[in-house]
């Protein structure tokens, strides 16, 4: 599966471009799944500055979607048409702490957050150790976990339009509900800060332990995954519901349901993005005859079917 080669052109629009474009650049190393077809264009901006000239110049019929470290997405087998926007840590990855607040690029890992926060005594951030994902998807989606949500702590974001225009966005702009914001879906975020409370280093680093340990007994870690699966239906677990369906340890293809907790699917080896989607689906289908409740999507997919 390959996509027209628009490099060239692009190149030729912007002859400023100091970031990196890839042609046909598989996706499937980029996700925690390891599956997908390729991006018809794969870009690494250089900096803030370099991915608002690059979406300035871009035609705006071009489709764009940004991805981080590809924990909470499946791409399908066809591959992303358009451009794919991958912000590297190396320009977008640092974190800071100073009094309170936490300063942090949209690639930093969640988890870095909390590790800032706890070298400086700041309070209310753990429940970021325990997401594998970056900044920018956690203020996309409001992640959280073991009780803590991004609007929580979100002080302001700071965003690229698809224009090229920067935005800064306060908590209340953000717009959040459950693993969602309301803030235009091309807008890319590029920075976030964070505010906690000086608490106790050893509350602090107690706190992240029960983190840790709950993903590594409750969670298939090891596998090659992408988190929760379905969003918590109001007053009921996931979980329970796809394991009441008696959906545990089913397969489609190269696709299962994990044996270790029913909200998480794996891929077991050579399992397609088709075989997981379809999977996920199988799995709604059940819940559904089963109990009457839909379950919805929490993880990401993107791309053609075939």
């Excluded at 901006?45 to 470290?69: I, N």
């Excluded at 640092?94 to 309070?123: F, M, Q, Y």
């Excluded at 993903?215 to 109001?234: D, V």
């Amino acid at each position: 599966m390959t996509f027209p080669d628009i490099t060239p052109d692009l190149k030729a629009a912007m002859p400023e471009l100091r970031g990196r474009l890839l042609a046909n650049q598989s996706l499937a190393e980029l996700t925690w799944f390891r599956v997908g077809g390729p991006a018809q264009v794969l870009f690494t901006p250089a900096d803030e500055d370099d991915l608002a000239y690059f979406l300035k110049r871009l035609p705006q019929e071009l489709p764009v979607y940004v991805v981080g470290v590809g924990s909470n997405l499946i791409v399908r087998d066809g591959g992303m048409p358009g451009v794919v926007i991958r912000l590297a840590p190396r320009a977008f990855g640092e974190t800071s702490a100073a009094g309170d607040v936490v300063t942090a690029g949209a690639a930093a890992l969640d988890k870095r957050v909390a590790e800032t926060a706890a070298a400086a005594n700041i309070g209310g951030m753990e429940f970021f150790f325990g997401i594998p994902g970056t900044v920018g998807g956690a203020l996309r989606m409001n992640a959280g976990a073991n009780g803590g949500e991004t609007k929580d702590v979100l002080v302001e974001a700071t965003g690229i339009g698809r224009d090229g225009t920067r935005h800064t966005f306060s908590n209340a702009d953000m717009k959040f509900v459950y693993r969602n914001s309301g803030v235009d879906p091309s807008v890319i975020f590029t920075s976030a800060r964070f505010r906690g409370r000086i608490t106790d280093a050893d509350a602090i680093r107690a706190r992240m332990n029960e983190v840790q340990t709950h993903r590594e007994t409750a969670q298939p870690i090891r596998e090659k995954t992408g988190g929760s699966t379905f969003k918590n239906p109001p007053g009921n677990s996931a979980w329970k519901l796809i394991d009441a369906a008696g959906c545990r340890g089913l397969k489609v293809g190269g696709a299962q349901v994990s044996e270790m907790h029913c909200n998480f699917l794996i891929n077991t080896g050579n399992a397609t993005g088709h075989d997981i989607e379809s999977l996920g689906e199988t799995v709604r289908e059940r819940v559904k005859q089963d109990s009457g409740i839909e379950l919805h999507w929490e993880i990401k997919r993107i791309g053609n079917s075939s």
